[in-house]
């Protein structure tokens, strides 16, 4: 009688062997095997008896010896066999995913994120991709979420960087827009009211009762 070697996907680890064993699910083998060999990390091999290992699809990986792929978790990545986690400024919000998304203007996020966090009132981000949010400038205000800062009105003032609102100047002072600061009035002229972009002129009253500016 005559050997005969293993087929691909089988194996017989000693001499004198009467058949072939198939290879487990995870590992894989060439003909002629005395072994098989573990399926490498990102790679599986689903079935008893493979002659080859299959690659895991995008947002999916797995360790050596895998007779399955499992999916990335929430925060990160897999464009090819391993998990990744996304980079500050992206999300990946699913199980699974092959790629990180930017996160929108107004927003940022940290590594691994998967989900991005709306930048706080007083503060902005402009460009998609944050991985923080800059502080207001002096002068100017945002809400929640912002992707620009808005120019205080005449009238009101922001006194520092980070700003969530702007405040009215106070009686006897003005400003005109973007301000940081309220100016007072000079003599001979007032504001009535908070919040007023120009002071007016004081109307002075001659002796016979008639007003003049």
Do not use: M
Not at 13 to 22: E, F, H, L, Q, Y
Not at 71 to 85: I, L, M, N, P, R
């Amino acid at each position: 009688s005559t050997c005969t070697d293993c087929t691909t996907g089988t194996f017989a680890a000693s001499a004198g062997s009467s058949t072939c064993g198939n290879c487990a699910a995870g590992k894989f083998s060439g003909a002629a095997a005395s072994t098989c060999t573990d399926c490498t990390a990102g790679t599986f091999a689903g079935s008893a008896g493979s002659s080859t290992c299959g690659n895991c699809a995008a947002g999916k990986s797995s360790g050596a010896a895998a007779s399955t792929c499992t999916d990335c978790t929430a925060g990160t990545f897999a464009g090819a066999s391993t998990c990744t986690d996304c980079t500050t400024g992206t999300f990946a919000a699913s199980a699974g995913s092959s790629t990180c998304g930017n996160c929108a203007a107004g927003k940022f996020s940290g590594a691994a994120a998967s989900t991005c966090t709306d930048c706080t009132a007083g503060k902005f981000a402009a460009s998609a991709g944050s991985s923080t949010c800059g502080n207001c400038a002096a002068g100017k205000s945002s809400s929640a979420a912002a992707s620009t800062c808005t120019d205080c009105t005449t009238g009101t003032f922001a006194a520092s960087a980070g700003s969530s609102t702007c405040g009215n100047c106070a009686a006897g002072k003005s400003s005109s827009a973007a301000a940081s600061t309220c100016t007072a009035c000079i003599h001979g002229q007032y504001t009535v009211f908070a919040g007023s972009s120009t002071c007016r002129t004081t109307l002075a009253v001659n002796i016979t009762g008639s007003a003049s500016a």
